[in-house]
DNA sequence: CGGGAATAGTTGAAAGTTCAGCTATGTTGA
DNA sequence: TCAACATAGCTGAACTTTCAACTATTCCCG
């Protein structure tokens, strides 16, 4: 029996890089977008909702989309419906069923707010990265992505 | 005066991965150590604690080191003081410091848990990745990080 | 058809995080 | 020396996330 295979300094520090990475980047981002009185989430969701058909989703394809528990999401919602970004609304063919809908306020807002966003991701991260390291970046990580969505 | 400069479909695509794989992945380590009553948060202040001479080390420094703020942290450590994992001590030098320190349930704690840890991020993630990936990523992150560092 | 299992979503309480403000100690320079 | 400022850390309230439990509807199959 072996003992445990602990990570060699590479694997340190390309995995400690990526923790790093990534707790500073999204500390910044969030900071950004404070401004426009928007969380990260709150931009995720107008994202998805602003580039689906009829600026609509189920409540549960959202929660899949964004990655994050129904429940999460039902109070995410709430608290956006509150800030007058989102309706609810019922669906007709499944009526256990509820969509998230756009209001035009928050179409506006994400319209608005997008420029500044993106120019945030490219200054803090995407401009950093040459076109080959953006490839070499999606060819690691998306096969994870699949591995762990299998998982559940 | 140009518009705002989207994001390519490569550059959406890199980014859109890091960001799934990230939420994927800490979901996934996160439920793991749950077994053992840790979160991620518990484990990595461990770790620190257990790598620094002494097994302690002051509340600023160990906030830097984990990337989160001093109030964060308190609560935090005071959680796992809670549990046993860790004590507060005065620090003599400069008498508003304070060190948090590993208990020997901390340290017996990190011992028996770390290797299934780390058998978790090579599953998910290190075992995923060649080793010219895994140079890559560092490559590619730790000027990010080095840049992130310097804006606060 | 009808009853059990699965799916969609919400809720409220507990746990965790953020924010602003507070105390105490240390450092600096007129 | 001592006032002003900076640093170290804590606290409580507000906000966000998680967890388990709950209702309502739809699906599946004998």
Known sequence: MTGPRWLSATEQRAWRSHLA???LLMHRLDRELQEFEL???DYEILVNLSESPGRRMRMSDLA???IQSRSR??????R???KGLVVREDCRDDRRG???VLTDDGWATIQRVAPHHVASVREHFVDRLSDDQ???LEAAYTPIVEHLKTLR
Chains 1, 2 share one sequence.
């Open 21 to 23: 990475m990534h707790k």
């Open 39 to 41: 969380s990260l989430n």
């Open 64 to 66: 899949d989309a964004t």
């Open 73 to 78: 999401l039902s109070h995410q919602i709430s």
């Open 80 to 82: 956006m419906e509150a």
């Open 98 to 100: 509820t969509f998230a």
């Open 134 to 136: 953006l490839d070499a």
